[in-house]
């Protein structure tokens, strides 16, 4: 792994997983920070801020046709192929409806959903696809003016998309309840075996 100057540093914990170690690891703490800080960990049910795990992958090249819905069709194939470490790397192509969540939420006030029913490119669409996935997209009207936010559903393709997805194979994407976010968040783990 590459080393960073500590001026690259930032100021929230990074833990490093060894391989090969379990998941009740602690990994090594490769920050200054003090134990009591506002974003160390306290118990060993918290989720850590930061995980550094080098790992292989696979990668999986799909199209989609006009019609299909993404987010479904893009949660089948990860259950379908067992997939537990998956990611959107790219996608580009064009839908014509589609329902995302704005990003105005915090753990005590709800996001608002909007529905959107006209074509769109795909500037972007990233997030994890494990264990019930994190998908968010940026979408560009006829104009070229941008919507974004998070994947709710009903992405109907247009003409077309075409997607990356990347299967890491030493690690495991799980999703557990972040106190501090009020939202289920990523937890990477070692893949054991």
């Not at 690891?25 to 850590?48: H, L, M, N, V, W």
């Not at 199209?63 to 470490?85: C, Q, W, Y």
């Not at 959107?116 to 009207?141: A, K, M, P, T, W």
């Amino acid at each position: 792994m590459p080393k960073r100057k500590s001026s690259e540093v930032d100021s929230a914990e990074t833990i490093l997983v060894k391989k090969g170690e379990d998941d009740d690891s602690k990994g090594e703490r490769k920050s200054d920070e003090k134990e009591d800080s506002p974003t160390s960990s306290k118990t060993t049910d918290s989720i850590r801020s930061h995980v550094a795990m080098p790992s292989p992958m696979v990668c999986y090249a799909i199209r989609l046709g006009p019609g299909e819905e993404i987010h479904s069709t893009l949660m089948k194939f990860v259950k379908d192929n067992d997939l537990d470490a998956a990611f959107v790397m790219t996608c580009v192509g064009s839908i014509t409806k589609g329902t995302i969540r704005l990003a105005n939420a915090d753990r005590n006030h709800q996001n608002e959903i909007i529905s959107l029913n006209e074509r769109f490119e795909i500037v972007s669409l990233v997030g994890s696809l494990s264990d019930g996935g994190h998908l968010h997209i940026c979408l560009s009207d006829k104009d070229g003016k941008c919507v974004g936010g998070h994947v709710v559903g009903g992405l109907e393709v247009f003409t077309t998309a075409e997607i990356v997805i990347g299967q890491l194979s030493s690690v495991v994407f799980k999703r557990q309840f972040d106190d501090r976010t009020g939202f289920d968040e990523l937890v990477v783990k070692p893949r054991n075996g």
